[in-house]
């Protein structure tokens, strides 16, 4: 990431988790002549214990220095979680620049026992993707479900971008805004971590420029390297299908991650894909 996108993703997330945060649930009263909502940069610093004028600076994003025991303060004044604490990390802290390798620009492999998981998942839809989420790898049941990715040229297969221009997926989750928010809070956490790469800023403001609704979910600023969350589809040939998203991190030095889309047990989805997969619709 170049410095000036790092310095203004650091200042639009610092503002995001301000607005978030009711002033009652710090023991502050609402007040009648709040323009924002959210707390003022007063505010947070006062319960970050710093002045005024350092936290306006960074939130104004201001190349200057601070500590991890500054941040950790800002972090609990605005309440950040796990994942919301490190993605502030990475970007507020110039040592975070060279924390991951750089990009080799080849494909990551993936090894045959991976592959192997793909295949035994036989009714779970599961799709392998890299830290830009771009698919390297998926099962049959994940090309019924939501496309055959084998169709779409290798350069162009990024879940991000597909998302925002395949009517199939937009047309497939009963509630698109939720699912994609769960795909755009772990790529804000791979935007974080690999703050060196400028992939990611050119990328977000192509999205930015282009899709208007993608703007408009990334300004949300949701941070989460594993979101667990059921996911209701409506699919064209067999109907309601009910899956528990579970994403998990590969091991090795390929930073692969694996989405594994579990059928609920209590729905008939498990049932339907199976028809679905075998031919048939009917049922």
């Known amino acids: 990431m170049k410095p000036e996108a790092r310095l203004e993703a650091l200042s ?16 502050l009263p609402p007040g ?20 005024t004028t350092w936290y306006t600076w960074l939130e104004q994003g201001r190349d200057i220095k601070v500590s991890p025991s500054v941040l950790d303060a800002i972090a609990g004044a605005l309440q950040l979680n796990t994942d919301e604490r490190k993605y502030l990390y990475d970007l507020a802290l110039e040592s975070s620049m ?48 939501f496309l055959d990715f084998e169709m779409i ?50 990328f977000v403001q192509d999205m930015t420029q282009n899709y208007p609704d993608f703007r408009d979910l990334w300004n949300e600023s949701a941070v989460s390297t594993a979101p667990e969350v059921l996911i209701e589809f409506r699919h064209a040939k067999v109907g309601k299908m009910l899956f528990d998203l579970t994403s998990l991190q590969v091991q090795g030095h390929a930073d692969l991650r694996c989405s594994v889309y579990t059928p609920v047990q209590s729905s008939k989805t498990e049932a339907k894909l199976a028809r679905l997969m075998e031919g048939t619709s009917q049922g």
């Open 153 to 202: 040229p290798e350069q162009e297969r990024n879940m991000i971008k597909l998302l925002f221009t395949k009517k199939e997926l937009r047309s497939l989750a009963v509630n698109w805004e939720h699912f994609v928010r769960g795909f755009l809070a772990i790529f804000r956490a791979y935007y974080g971590q690999y703050v060196a790469d400028p992939w990611y800023s050119d």
């Open 32 to 51: 009648t002549r709040r323009r924002t909502p959210g707390l003022r940069r007063e505010e947070v610093a006062a319960l970050a214990g710093v002045s």
């Open 12 to 27: 639009e997330f610092l503002k995001t988790q301000r607005s978030k945060i009711h002033p009652h649930t710090v023991g």
């Open 98 to 145: 060279h924390t991951k390798p750089a990009d080799t620009g080849e494909n990551p492999a993936i090894s045959p026992s991976l592959s192997r998981i793909l295949q035994e998942l036989r009714y779970c839809p599961t799709i392998i993707s890299d830290r830009r989420c771009h698919i390297v790898g998926w099962n049959a049941a994940a090309a019924h479900v």
